[in-house]
């Protein structure tokens, strides 16, 4: 990731911890989120099965996304 801390809207810079398994694959990312008006934040999101085929389904009453997200 090479990066000391992760720019967050609103928020002062967010330091994070990056955990790979043993093949370099990244299994999990922590963010911590420190608020100017309180308490700290810490998100953590965890990543596995990589290399694995995965079906995606829209949540319920999902709408389009704007087309800025699209590649062109």
Do not use: C
């Amino acid at each position: 990731m090479g990066a000391p801390s992760i720019v967050s809207i609103g928020i002062r810079l967010s330091p994070f911890t990056i955990t790979t398994d043993d093949q370099g694959w990244v299994t999990s990312i922590k963010v911590e989120l420190s608020p100017s008006d309180g308490p700290k934040l810490t998100m953590t999101t965890t990543i596995k099965d990589h290399g694995k085929s995965l079906k995606i389904n829209p949540p319920a009453r999902a709408g389009e996304a704007a087309d800025f997200y699209y590649r062109k």
